[in-house]
T-cell receptor, first 115, second 111 residues
Framework: DAGVIQSPRHEVTEMGQEVTLRCKPI?????LFWYRQTMMRGLELLIY????????DSGMPEDRFSAKMPNASFSTLKIQPSEPRDSAVYFC?????????????FGNGTRLTVT | DQQVKQNSPSLSVQEGRISILNCDYT??????FLWYKKYPAEGPTFLIS?????DKNEDGRFTVFLNKSAKHLSLHIVPSQPGDSAVYFC??????????FGAGTTVTVRA
């Protein structure tokens, strides 16, 4: 049973370039989350989708960040233009319910380095 | 504003002994508490959870205790095994989707 699949695993890019991170959630899960992990801020929620609709994007740091979920099996997180301070590990997670005791299932993350 | 705090960044324990990880929270609206385990280069994986109507939940070697009045929870691992060496995150939410994570505690199990 495949878990949450993220690609690429590693991304190295130069400042100013566009970066697109991809996520395939677990089939049947109707909630999808994008998290970012940094040493300074730990794991922080960027955006939450329910049934493919963005519900809460208050964690998206700036207009340079955007996320889409065109269907139930695919989501993207785009950074344009990228900056060195965007360097972090970005996790996608999905959940069958997204509330209460319903746990999030995380992908293995994308390590982004912006030089 | 960190609503979930793990004040011990690291813990070292001998194999076979008990590991106790602590977590404090500030938001009295939190109703659900979850523990995650993370190996290097992998995503966090769900370990065990507890709702606020309980004070204890056990799953094999893992037990979580909740003290609502003190806004404190702990994770006990007995006995500790080398494969338990990982980063452990405490997380909490009220009855919505937003899961707040602590900073994590790195556990090292010595042979």
């Amino acid at each position: 049973d495949a878990g949450v699949i993220q690609s690429p695993r590693h991304e190295v890019t130069e400042m100013g370039q566009e970066v697109t991170l991809r996520c395939k959630p677990i089939s049947g899960h109707n909630s999808l989350f994008w998290y970012r992990q940094t040493m300074m801020r730990g794991l922080e929620l960027l955006i939450y989708f329910n049934n493919n609709v963005p519900i809460d994007d208050s964690g998206m740091p700036e207009d340079r960040f955007s996320a889409k979920m065109p269907n139930a099996s695919f989501s993207t997180l785009k950074i344009q233009p990228s900056e060195p301070r965007d360097s972090a590990v970005y996790f996608c997670a999905s959940s069958p319910g997204g509330q209460g005791n319903s746990p999030l299932h995380f992908g293995n993350g994308t390590r982004l380095t912006v030089t | 504003d960190q609503q979930v705090k793990q004040n011990s960044p690291s813990l070292s324990v001998q194999e076979g002994r008990i590991s106790i990880l602590n977590c404090d929270y500030t938001n009295s609206m939190f109703d659900y508490f979850l523990w995650y385990k993370k190996y290097p280069a992998e995503g966090p994986t769900f370990l065990i959870s507890i709702s606020s109507i309980k004070d204890k939940n056990e799953d094999g070697r893992f037990t979580v205790f909740l003290n609502k009045s003190a806004k404190h929870l702990s994770l006990h691992i007995v006995p500790s095994q080398p494969g338990d060496s990982a980063v452990y995150f405490c997380a909490a939410r009220s009855n919505d989707y937003k899961l707040s994570f602590g900073a994590g505690t790195t556990v090292t199990v010595r042979a």
